[in-house]
C-alpha cells in the first residue's frame, strides 16, 4: 500500500511569489491534515480537510489556504510568500476524523525555501 | 503559548544505554499522548501513544510513562541503539484523538556507537 505521496518534494521561490504543494492520502484514507516544520517553531499545524470541508484551521494568516478534492487528494496554497514561510510542509493522513488525530501518516514533505 | 513543553532539545547516549524525553502539557482536556520518531528526510512516524487511563505503557524497547496530576509524560528508549539516532516529537490531542495534535518542539536523540 503506497504511503502519503508530497509533490514536489524541493521548491525555491522568491519572495512575493505563491505556491501550491500536493498531497496524495493513502489510499482509502479521507483526512487530510497540513503541519509547517521549522527548527525553531517545530511542528504546527495548518489545516485539516474530511470529505472536501475544512473541519479544523490552526494560527496562520489567511495566505495559507488548502483544499479538498473529492478523491481526498488536497493542495495547500501560500500567497504572498515571505522569507519566514521557508519551512518543510508535512501531510498526513487518516482513515476517519473520528480519533483521526490516533493513526496519522505523514509524507516525507515539501521543502520550501523562500529567497 | 506553547501548549506542549518539551525537553532536552538535544540529547546524546552511548549504545546500550536510556534515552529519556520529557514532555508537560498545560491543557486538562488532553487525552491522548502520542510519542513521534522522524528521520532526516522524513515526515514523522507514530511511536507510541498513551491515554491517561494509564501510567505506563510500554512496546518492546520503548515505554511512555504518564503522570497525570503533574501533567508530564515521558519516553524512556532502553537499550538505546545507534539506529534510533532520530528527532522525537510528543504530542497531545484532545476529545479522543479527534482534535488537531499539538506537538511539542522535539529532541534531536544521537546514540554513539
Known amino acids: 500500500k503506497a504511503g502519503v505521496t508530497q509533490t514536489p518534494r524541493y521548491l525555491i521561490k522568491t519572495r512575493g511569489q505563491q505556491v501550491t504543494l500536493s498531497c496524495s492520502p493513502i489510499?482509502?484514507?479521507?483526512?487530510v491534515s497540513w503541519y509547517q516544520q521549522t527548527p525553531g517553531q517545530g511542528l504546527q499545524f495548518l489545516f485539516e480537510?474530511?470529505?472536501?470541508?475544512?473541519?479544523n484551521k490552526g494560527n496562520f494568516p489567511g495566505r495559507f489556504s488548502g483544499r479538498q478534492f473529492s478523491n481526498s487528494r488536497s493542495e495547500m496554497n501560500v500567497s504572498t510568500l515571505e522569507l519566514g514561510d521557508s519551512a518543510l510542509y508535512l501531510c498526513?493522513?487518516?482513515?476517519?476524523?473520528?480519533?483521526?488525530?490516533?493513526?496519522?501518516?505523514f509524507g516525507s514533505g515539501t521543502q520550501l525555501s523562500v529567497l | 503559548q506553547q501548549q506542549v513543553k518539551q525537553s532536552p532539545q538535544s540529547l546524546i547516549v552511548q549504545k546500550g544505554g536510556i534515552s529519556i524525553i520529557n514532555c508537560a502539557y498545560e491543557n486538562t482536556a488532553f487525552d491522548y499522548f502520542p510519542w513521534y520518531q522522524q528521520f532526516p528526510g522524513k515526515g514523522p512516524a507514530l511511536l507510541i501513544a498513551?491515554?491517561?487511563?494509564?501510567s505506563e505503557k510500554k512496546e518492546g524497547r520503548f515505554t511512555i510513562s504518564f503522570n497525570k496530576s503533574a501533567k508530564q509524560f515521558s519516553l524512556h528508549i532502553m537499550d538505546s541503539q545507534p539506529g534510533d539516532s532520530a528527532t522525537y516529537f510528543c504530542a497531545a490531542s484532545s476529545q479522543g484523538g479527534s482534535e488537531k495534535l499539538v506537538f511539542g518542539k522535539g529532541t534531536k536523540l544521537t546514540v554513539n556507537p
Open positions: 480537510y474530511f470529505s472536501e470541508t475544512q473541519r
Open positions: 498513551i491515554r491517561p487511563d494509564v
Open positions: 489510499s482509502g484514507h479521507r483526512s
Open positions: 498526513a493522513s487518516s482513515l476517519d476524523y473520528r480519533g483521526t488525530y490516533e493513526k496519522l501518516f
